[in-house]
């Protein structure tokens, strides 16, 4: 008879202090939620007559002032809950500026390094606001490098490279309360026009318009997606032409928005429609909304408004009521040296005027040309 027994096998990696040191990080992140309250959704100003209704959701009112707030809270609070972040270890992410400012902020709140890997060509006053919260800054030329040196970063300090670019579409609860599709409708509720035709964003991880498209459908409700892609950006061509492998040679000039790959956290086919905007547009949107609302936003802005205006305008000519809602993702004081420079636009060949008389025209008109 054979006497043998099956070998058993019990390895115990329970650590009771790390355990107790999540469940302070998580504590803390939920207590930053708690204190923050909700963003504001501000009615522009539009002709009586057209019956139609523009809302922006002011994501610049945020602690760290930008739609990114949302997202590096969600990133955080998976990251530690998948046992990912380690005391006394440092965060890289690669970003544009807004994320990595959002994540030096959790980093700080937690008692962690952290260390953001952003294209030299990012504002000087982004840089400097990513320090303020303690954070490191590692400068690389080609925006296109930023994914690759995160992870080298990591890897070589034993960190957590965030991905960003990865994580955000299902970092954050798109069902669940308080994201921000759930505000946005939950604020229109009273409005005369409470459902939107169309919520207009824009992408540069995709985590946004993901939990946008993902709500609408959850909630039933009928409002359209559409997203609004900068120049040289590879999101566009490849939603248009269902091509998840198209790439684009140079980095976006809008900051924030615009990859020159299709990241992950991309979900096209959620989305119901997408426009191709000119960054000039963009840029001559953002100084018209600053004599509207007597307020200065970043560039991402100014591409979604364009979007919108263009909705906005097929409205009026159809004769339809209702509403349309956007974002403000940022405020302008970031891109003093950039999209409010003249000198910066002459020398990157932005000729705004055009679409900046457009604009004047299409507020008299009700039609943008």
């Known amino acids: 008879m054979d006497s043998t027994v099956d070998r058993e096998e019990d390895i115990d990696r329970y650590d009771p202090s790390y ?31 057209w019956g139609i209704d523009l809302y922006l959701k002011d994501e610049s009112t ?6 990114k707030h949302r997202l590096a809270r969600s990133l955080f609070l998976y990251a530690l809950c998948n046992g990912w972040i380690k005391p006394g270890r440092p965060v890289i992410e690669a ?13 700080r709140l937690i008692g962690v390094p952290f260390i953001a890997v952003v294209a030299r060509s990012t ?13 490191q800054c590692h400068l690389v030329e080609n925006p296109g490098e930023v994914y690759d040196v995160a992870a080298a970063v990591a890897e070589r300090t034993g960190g957590h490279y965030m991905d960003q ?6 970092a954050t609860d ?11 409708f939950r604020q229109m509720a009273q409005e005369r026009h409470p459902e939107p035709a169309w919520i207009v964003a824009t992408a540069g991880t995709g985590g946004t318009s993901a939990t946008l498209a993902r709500y609408i459908r959850y909630a039933g409700k009928s409002t359209g997606i559409c997203i609004a892609d900068p120049e040289n950006s ?13 790439t684009t040679a140079i980095g976006s000039r809008i900051e924030g928005i615009g990859r020159q790959r299709v990241e992950g956290s991309f979900i096209g086919s959620a989305i119901d429609r997408m426009m191709l905007v000119p960054d000039a547009a ?37 004769g339809k009521h209702g509403s349309v809602v956007s974002l403000i993702c940022d405020a302008g004081d970031r891109y003093l040296d950039k999209y409010y420079s003249d000198d910066w636009l002459a020398k990157n060949n932005l000729h705004v005027e055009p679409y900046y008389h457009r604009l004047e025209s299409f507020m008299r008109t009700g039609t943008l040309s």
């Not at 670019?165 to 299902?170: I, L, S, V």
């Open 62 to 67: 945020h602690p760290t002032g930008s739609l």
């Open 174 to 184: 798109w069902r669940g309360t308080n994201n921000i599709a759930e505000s946005i």
């Open 234 to 246: 590879a999101f566009f061509p490849s939603w248009k032409d269902q091509d998840p492998t198209v």
């Open 282 to 318: 963009a840029v001559a949107s953002i100084r018209h909304l600053s004599e509207l609302l007597g307020r200065r936003t970043g560039a991402s802005t100014g591409t979604g408004l364009w979007s919108a205006f263009r909705i906005i305008s097929e409205m009026v000519t159809a």
């Open 95 to 107: 970003s544009s500026g807004s994320t990595a400012i959002s994540e030096a902020y959790f980093s």
């Open 19 to 49: 355990r107790q040191w999540i469940a302070e990080a998580v504590r803390k992140i939920r207590a930053e939620a708690n204190r923050s309250s909700d963003t504001n959704l501000i009615s522009v100003p539009l002709p009586a007559e």
């Open 165 to 170: 670019f990865t994580y955000a579409e299902r």
């Open 123 to 135: 504002s000087v006053q982004k840089v400097k606001l990513i320090e303020s919260h303690g954070g």
